[in-house]
């Protein structure tokens, strides 16, 4: 994964992020911190994500992003319809649409960059060699690892650990998404014990109308907006945020 790295800003960035969308709650995030996002899937968590990715992209930072809820070609469409030709940075290798969603749905993908297994050995191996490849203040995007972890949560609880340190130790800042009510709570307990900041996003019944919702739960070290906000999309499905009352 990742040949090469052809950023010219990487050692001017200052150690954290002011991460679209995400530090509206947040706060600037320090490079080396692993945020959790919990999801209804039910809700507009994936565009969240292709904003948020995209409005990184545009900030000038680098980009890997692990696609598991529909086809990479309609990711690029997102990216494309909210003013972002993610195919210049990928051919600039700023970017990185990694296939997951090919291999979990037992199809073929002529993706460069695809899963070839679900086994976590594998997933393992494969980003303990991509990471050195990424400068610090990359924004790594794993959209759900809930079909990795379904039935193998123990497992899963030991590659997670391992993951972490690895992106941790290169300073990226990392988004590790887990549908919610779908494995036993122990496990989303331990999940953030293991990241440094979590938030939640949810469909939510308001005014007798089901609204996309987000809300920080906890950031490490420093202080959160824990309120609820409405996550609004124009026609393009970009994104902005309203405090609701």
């Keep these: 994964m990742r040949l090469s790295f052809s950023s010219n800003t990487a050692n001017l960035q200052p150690a954290s992020l002011d991460l679209p969308i995400l530090s509206q709650v947040f706060g600037r995030i320090p490079y080396g911190r692993t945020i959790l996002a919990m999801y209804d899937p039910d809700s507009q968590y994936n565009a969240l994500m292709v904003n948020v990715a995209a409005g990184h992209l545009l900030s000038g930072g680098d980009l890997l992003y692990l696609i598991s809820s529909k086809p ?31 291999m979990q749905m037992g199809g073929k993908s002529s993706e460069k960059y695809r899963s070839t297994a679900l086994n976590l050995n594998e997933v393992s191996i494969a980003q303990a060699e991509s990471a050195p490849k990424w400068p610090p ?34 300073g990226t800042v990392m988004i590790a998404g887990l549908a919610i009510d779908l494995h036993p709570p122990a496990f989303y307990q331990e999940m953030k014990l293991l990241s440094d900041g979590s938030f939640e996003v949810k469909l939510t019944e308001r005014g007798g109308e089901m609204i996309n919702t987000i809300r920080a739960r906890s950031m490490k070290g420093q202080m959160s907006d824990t309120r609820r906000r409405q996550i609004l999309f124009d026609d393009k499905m970009k994104t902005s945020l309203r405090l609701l009352e």
Excluded: C, H, P
Aim: no cysteine.
């Design 72 to 102: 990479v070609a309609e990711i690029r469409q997102q990216f494309n319809d909210l003013g972002v030709n993610v195919a210049e940075y990928e051919a600039k290798d700023n970017a990185v649409l990694f296939d997951v969603y090919s």
């Design 137 to 170: 203040g990359t924004l790594v995007i794993g959209e759900s690892f809930s079909n990795m972890a379904l039935n193998q949560e123990d497992l899963f609880s030991k590659f997670s650990r391992k993951m972490i340190s690895i992106w941790r130790n290169r």
